[in-house]
Nanobody, 120 residues
């Protein structure tokens, strides 16, 4: 059984910064791509950033230059450093991981979500 636990969300003023973390626990043989998604009220869930096991990254255009995704493979953890936050970044942020739970079996795992509110 695999569990993803996120932390680091909260209320921040425009222009501020937050760092999100997501830790995977359980029976894990390895983790492929890790990513962060977000869903704002009334909108569909969208990809914010992703990072492959070797460290190749991909960002949504709306966050390029402001957000940085990183991972610690030894700790089964993915981070999202968010700077220059804008009100439109307000959303529930979800982490996602492609977890190898057996030799040939991968689980598409999701965290429970953490709320980020950008407001003055």
């Amino acid at each position: 059984q695999v569990q993803l636990v996120e932390s680091g969300g909260g209320l921040v003023q425009p222009g501020g910064s937050l760092r999100l973390s997501c830790v995977a626990s359980g029976t894990i043989f390895g983790i492929n791509t890790m990513g962060w998604y977000r869903q704002a009220p009334g909108k569909e869930r969208e990809l914010v950033a992703s990072i492959t096991r070797p460290g190749n990254t991909n960002y949504a255009d709306s966050v390029k230059g402001r957000f940085t995704i990183s991972r610690d493979n030894a700790k089964n953890t993915v981070y999202l450093q968010m700077t220059s936050l804008k009100p439109e970044d307000t959303a529930v942020y979800y982490c996602n991981m492609g977890i190898l739970i057996a030799a040939t079996s991968t689980l598409d795992a999701w965290g429970q979500g953490t709320l980020v509110t950008v407001s003055s």
